[in-house]
C-alpha cells in the first residue's frame, strides 16, 4: 500500500522558515519524481516544485524560486521542502506528491500517481 504522509507544517511569522517532510512508503522512492503543491482557501491547488527520481534536478514555481527548496533523502525514503522567508501568500495546505513521470511533467498535477493528506501552513503578517 503506498503511503505518502506529510509532517512539519504550522504558525509562522512573515519572514520566517519551516521544513516540511514527506515520508513514502510502499513505493521503490527512486523511481518517483516528488512534488509539492499548495491550495489556499478558496483557490485552486498549484504547483510549489519537484524534484527529479534520480539526479536530484529541481523545478519551482516563479513564486517560491529562490526562497524555498526541495531536497531528496533516498536513505530515508524522504523528501523535504524548505522554506524560508515566508509571506502570507505562503498560507495554504501543502500537499505532496508522487508521480513516475519526468521532471518535465511535474508541473501538472494529473501527472501524479499518489498524494499525501497535507499539512497546513499558516504565515502571519
Known amino acids: 500500500q503506498v503511503r505518502l504522509v506529510e509532517s512539519g507544517g504550522g504558525l509562522v511569522q512573515a519572514g520566517g522558515s519551516l521544513r516540511l517532510s514527506c515520508a513514502a512508503s510502499g513505493v521503490t522512492f527512486s523511481t518517483y519524481t516528488m512534488g509539492w503543491f499548495r491550495q489556499a482557501p478558496g483557490k485552486r491547488r498549484e504547483f510549489v516544485g519537484a524534484?527529479?527520481?534520480?539526479?536530484?534536478?529541481?523545478k519551482y514555481a516563479d513564486s517560491v524560486k529562490g526562497r524555498f527548496t526541495i531536497l531528496r533523502d533516498k536513505a530515508k525514503n524522504t523528501v523535504v521542502l524548505l522554506m524560508d522567508s515566508l509571506k502570507p501568500e505562503d498560507t495554504a495546505v501543502y500537499y505532496c506528491?508522487?508521480?513516475?513521470?519526468?521532471?518535465?511533467?511535474?508541473?501538472?498535477?494529473?501527472?501524479?500517481?499518489?498524494w499525501g493528506q497535507g499539512t497546513q501552513v499558516t504565515v502571519s503578517s
Open positions: 524534484v527529479d527520481r534520480g539526479r536530484a534536478f529541481t
Open positions: 506528491a508522487a508521480s513516475r513521470n519526468g521532471l518535465e511533467d511535474s508541473d501538472y498535477q494529473e501527472r501524479y500517481d499518489y
